[in-house]
């Protein structure tokens, strides 16, 4: 097994475009669709992706729950609802772990070797970049040290200031 920093990689983007064995999905409670990334899955997915959500009866925040990918590249979908930041002493750090270890456990579960995860909470739900970055990537290092599956990780992020925090915090990990 690679060293876990080896096993990650940062990419700006759009994450549907990603041909990996899993892009996971920043969702709602109800799994149904919304915008920012979810809207972008479902579009590029096809209908045929609600109507797989809508079977799951929905998922709570923290947790995730598989789908197939439909149209898109990637072979399936991790959706998983982040928490809506109010001032991180809400559990919000807790449950946005808590989506990047269950999101990971259905990857190692499935023998899944690529995942692709979006930034989680850090439009919509307003979690600030840095304090997100920390998490997403300490958690994942942390996973990838026990773990033989997911083999590969990749960070997509869309916006500068989050690429930028993702890029520090890797950097930092690198350097320890
Ligand atoms: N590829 C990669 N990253 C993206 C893309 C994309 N196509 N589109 C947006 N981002 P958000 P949340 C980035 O709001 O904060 C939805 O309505 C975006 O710039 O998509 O978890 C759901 O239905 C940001 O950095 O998710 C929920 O109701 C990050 O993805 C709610 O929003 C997450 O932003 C979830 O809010």
Redesign the pocket.
Known sequence: MDAPLRRIELVS????TLKVDAIVN???T?LL?????????HRAAGPALQEECRALGGCRTGEARLTRGHRLPAGHIIHT??P?YRDGAHGEPELLRSCYQHALAIAAREKFKSIAF??????????P?REAADIAVSTVLGFLAKNEFPERVIF????EE?FDAYQQRIEQADLA
């Open positions: 983007g759009n994450i549907v920043a969702a709602n109800t669709g919304g915008g920012g990334v979810d809207g972008a899955i609802v982040g809506v979006p930034a989680i909470s850090c439009g919509a739900y307003r979690y970049a997509c992020c869309r916006e989050v």
